[in-house]
Structures are given as structure tokens and as C-alpha cells.
């Protein structure tokens, strides 16, 4: 497995510092996963991976969406997010993350114009448990496609982020719920990130 050749400075990849409500909404929170074109690993790269965890926390703020796990990798990304306010389109957030990314990756790559995203699937969580596993799972998916060996190591996922904000009493709880039965749409193949430049602090 690649990893980073110097530790990152942890506040690089950890700045979704607001501490999660612990608390379940049924009918406000939702599991989402949203794949490439084509399943294309537009986003293998440090720089791009960066980027789109950027945009991902900006328009989950803007649009009034509170991110509780999420895991970003080359060629899709898993979240669970919840609103308090029902009238915050779920689509409308998601609409604004893809442009805005499609945008910004079109123009680092030089292809302006070209379709990035190919749709996204989201599925309210209605049960206590089944939101726990989905956290678990979300949070791991890195270590579920064989990137890392645990989830802390891999930047673009909620874990750290988890080890620095939760108390130690909800992570034992979230880690005593299984994920590997889950059925999510995760027929993905994502590549390890290739850091393409040195970390900076």
C-alpha cells in the first residue's frame, strides 16, 4: 500500500472540525454515494483529493448540511450527511459539490467542458443501527478497497477527524457496529492516491 513518504500536518486534512451532533434524525439523514463517468479516477491525485474534500465541506455548510462521515477516493465518495431543516434540498447541495468540483478538476486537467460526474444514489437511514454500521462503513471504505490498512491513515475520509473530535465513548460505539454486511452501491475499483507533491503543514 502507497503512503505518504512525511507525516502530513494533522490539521491539513482535519479541518471539519465542527464535532458531530450524535445524535439520529429519522428522516433527515442520509447515506450517499456519487461515482464518476465512466467510473474514471479523476480524482487520483493528493492535489485533486484536496481540492474536492475542500469543496465537499464549503457547499455541506452552505447548503445547511451537517457532514457526519465521508470518504472521498479517485473515482467515487460515500457520505452520510443530515439537515435539521427538511426544506434543504438534498439535490441542490449535491448539484452545486459536483459543478464546482467538475469545474475546478476540468481546469487543472485543461479539458473545460467535460462531463466528471455520472449521477449519485442517496437513501434515507431510518433506523438507530443501520446509521451506525453506515458511519462504520463510510469511514472504512478506504480500508475496505485496500488503500490502507486503517482508516486514519488515508486523509480523505472522516476517520481522523472522528479520533480528534469524538469522545472516546462514541467511538467505541462506533466501532462496535459490523459493516462488512452492508449492501451499499459500491462496485467501484479506486486507485491509491499518488502524491504528486510534497506535504505542506
Not at 79 to 108: C, M, P, Y
Request: net charge positive.
Amino acid at each position: 500500500m502507497r503512503q505518504p513518504t512525511s507525516t502530513p500536518a494533522r490539521s491539513q486534512f482535519t479541518d471539519w472540525h465542527h464535532a458531530p451532533p450524535h445524535r439520529f434524525i429519522p428522516g433527515s439523514t442520509y447515506i450517499i454515494t456519487g461515482g464518476t463517468l465512466y467510473k474514471q479516477h479523476f480524482f487520483a491525485k493528493g492535489q485533486s483529493l484536496r481540492m474536492l474534500q475542500s469543496f465537499l465541506f464549503e457547499t455541506a455548510k452552505s447548503f445547511g448540511w451537517s457532514l457526519e462521515a465521508w470518504a472521498l477516493l479517485s473515482d467515487h465518495y460515500h457520505l452520510i450527511a443530515s439537515a435539521d431543516d427538511k426544506t434543504r434540498k438534498l439535490s441542490r447541495w449535491l448539484q452545486r459539490f459536483h459543478s464546482v468540483s467538475a469545474e475546478a478538476i476540468n481546469g487543472i486537467d485543461g479539458c473545460r467542458g467535460r462531463q466528471v460526474w455520472y449521477q449519485y444514489w442517496d437513501k434515507c437511514l431510518t433506523f438507530e443501527a443501520s446509521y451506525w454500521a453506515r458511519l462504520n462503513y463510510v469511514t472504512n471504505n478506504p480500508v475496505k478497497h485496500g488503500l490502507v490498512d486503517t482508516a486514519v491513515d488515508y486523509p480523505f475520509c472522516s476517520a481522523t477527524s472522528i479520533e480528534l473530535w469524538w469522545p472516546s465513548a462514541m467511538r467505541r460505539k462506533l466501532k462496535s457496529f459490523k459493516y462488512d454486511q452492508i449492501k451499499e452501491r459500491d462496485d467501484f475499483d479506486p486507485l491509491p492516491i499518488d502524491w504528486d507533491e510534497p506535504w505542506r503543514g
